[in-house]
């Protein structure tokens, strides 16, 4: 279990590297230290680090597909929030559920930015006001402005891709 904490802690700090040095070498081997991490937890025998270690993968997957073109890291992001959200509950860790649930909604909006259409971005439209919601019940107004922003946003690319403005 400390190797896999090691594994977890080290995927944070190369994820943070990537972020500074604006490549993707460091965000790739993030993303491996957090594959090895989940190696060892797993959702049955630690349910709750295995739901971090997987948000963290996402973050770190959805850092490394804004660098990169096409959509499969991005895609990989979303499928990591969302399983993390499996365990990271709206009624059992409120906190933690926004916290995926607002990065699920970045992912789903930098997807929609690449894909066209509006489907993502109505996705990441839904994520963003259950975020919202939910900050509003626990009064964590910090948050509140930026994902209003973000949530505009997205409001402004769905008038745009439907032909008015918003």
């Keep these: 279990l400390n190797w896999a904490t090691a594994q977890s802690s080290l995927g944070t700090a190369l994820e943070s590297l990537g972020e500074r040095e ?3 070498a460091r965000l790739e081997e ?3 230290a957090y ?3 989940l190696e060892v937890r797993t959702r049955d025998r630690l349910p709750f680090d ?3 270690t997987q948000h963290n993968l996402g973050i770190a997957l959805r850092s490394l597909g804004a660098h990169e073109g096409g959509t499969r890291r991005l895609e990989e992001a979303v499928a990591a ?3 993390a959200l499996e365990v990271r509950t709206r009624d059992g860790l409120p ?3 926004a916290a995926t649930q607002n990065s699920l909604g970045k992912a789903l909006l930098r997807l929609g930015e690449r894909e066209g259409g509006t489907a993502r971005l109505e996705e990441a439209l839904t994520a963003f006001d259950e975020v919202l919601s939910e900050l509003r019940k626990m009064n964590a107004i910090y948050y509140v402005d930026d994902i209003q ?3 505009q946003r997205v ?3 769905i008038a745009e891709r439907k032909g008015r403005r918003q």
Aim: net charge positive; charged share 10%; glycine share 12%.
């Design 22 to 24: 604006g490549g993707t």
């Design 30 to 32: 993030a993303v491996a």
């Design 35 to 37: 594959c090895a991490a």
């Design 50 to 52: 295995w739901a971090m």
């Design 81 to 83: 929030f969302r399983a």
């Design 95 to 97: 906190f933690g559920w």
């Design 149 to 151: 922003q973000t949530r």
């Design 155 to 157: 409001l402004q690319l």
